[in-house]
């Protein structure tokens, strides 16, 4: 994967398969610290102390479709060549927290990426999922969260056209808001 908004889509599905109600995914660019955090919480059915310890092997995989997961392997990997780390919090019935550090600066670390496509793409693949964004950089930041848009829709679909256009601007605005404020 070319960018971090990739890795933040696939772990985010791994939480949709793991049965996630609720996804929180959070990015950090600590400017004064020189860091990038990012994280992916979920409420889903979680890991036991065996898989956590094992996940980090591609040939390790829950996904029956094939016999190798290289996501969380390949994200491990470049938070470590950026003077970063990897740190997985997992309990069997009370979900997981993936949690990658870089060096903000690294001249190997990858860029960001399209963070509000990939989070319009979580929002529309999986409508019933509540879905939270904070992402800060520096002092500036921005929130979006899928489950007061869809309490205050009652019983109109999430995916009607209007109501994607105003969540696709939303991310977009938001989020550029935000890297235009920490310039």
């Known amino acids: 994967m070319r960018e971090l908004a990739l890795h933040i889509l696939d772990i985010a599905e791994n939480s949709v398969s793991a049965q996630a109600r ?3 995914i959070g990015v950090e ?3 004064r610290r020189d860091r990038l955090r990012l994280w992916v919480k979920d409420d889903g059915r979680g890991m036991d102390e065996e898989m956590v310890a094992r996940v980090t092997d591609p040939f390790v995989t829950s ?3 094939r016999k190798v997961g ?3 392997p390949l994200l491990k990997a470049a938070a470590e060549s950026c003077g970063g780390h990897l740190r997985i919090l997992s309990a069997v019935g009370h979900g997981t927290c ?3 550090e870089f060096q ?3 001249i190997d670390r990858m860029p960001l990426g399209d963070l509000a496509g990939t989070m319009y793409t979580l929002v529309v693949g999986w ?3 509540r879905w939270v964004l904070r992402y800060s950089v520096g002092e500036s930041r921005f929130e979006f969260d899928s489950g007061p848009i869809k309490q205050e829709l009652g019983d109109a679909p999430l995916t009607e056209p209007a109501v994607l256009a105003f969540i696709r601007e939303s991310l977009q605005q938001g989020v550029a808001g935000v890297q235009q404020q920490a310039v």
Request: glycine share 4%.
């Open 63 to 65: 996904r029956t479709t």
């Open 70 to 72: 290289l996501g969380i």
């Open 29 to 31: 660019e600590d400017l």
């Open 127 to 129: 409508p019933d999922v």
């Open 98 to 100: 993936l949690e990658a």
């Open 104 to 106: 903000r600066s690294h």
């Open 22 to 24: 609720r996804v929180e």
